[in-house]
């Protein structure tokens, strides 16, 4: 039962984040609470105490990436909600195979710069940072430009329901 809520909420994520490039605040609110009573149900106060902490490192682990502008308001609140379904050991494994796959992703819109001679590659902007980091021992971060394909926003939930989906596959 478990295991099919968390499918579902993260599935009705992608589909809003994929739709609006947003994370309905009330979809995130009512998966917390069904993650709350799933787990009071399930394992009493313990199991309240471990969706509690698990929304804290949910939070945690994606709330600096959203204060850098890496993620949104909304991916940082989901992974909170996924931490009351998950606990906090399963939602730091879950966390991190989803930044692994947001990674790869990134990586493909990175690489299809190559291929797709349309759009402004990221390549010669990221040689520029590595050279100056390597002259200088200083790290340079350099915006991308208007068009540049690394410029555009990708919905991360897509990430998050991969990684969440892997997770409890594995498990």
Request: proline letters at 5%; one cysteine or more.
């Amino acid at each position: 039962m478990l295991n099919v809520m968390i499918l579902m909420l993260v599935c009705c994520a992608v589909a809003y984040d994929l739709r609006t490039r947003r994370i309905p605040n009330t979809l995130i609110l009512a998966g917390a609470a069904v993650g709350f009573l799933l787990q009071g149900w399930a394992a009493g106060a313990g199991g309240v105490l471990a969706a509690i902490y698990g929304l804290l490192v949910g939070l945690a682990i994606l709330l600096p990436g959203y204060l850098m502008g890496f993620t949104g308001a909304g991916d940082a609140k989901l992974m909170a909600a996924i931490g009351t379904f998950l606990g906090p050991v399963g939602v730091l494994q879950a966390a991190l195979i989803s930044i692994f796959v947001g990674g790869v992703i990134a990586l493909g819109f990175a690489l299809s710069a190559l291929i797709n001679r349309q759009s402004i590659s990221p390549w010669e902007r990221y040689s520029l940072m590595m050279r100056t980091l390597v002259a200088t021992g200083r790290p340079l971060y350099i915006p991308p430009v208007e068009g540049e394909v690394m410029g555009k926003k990708f919905p991360f939930a897509v990430s998050i329901a991969l990684g969440t989906t892997a997770w409890v596959v594995w498990q």
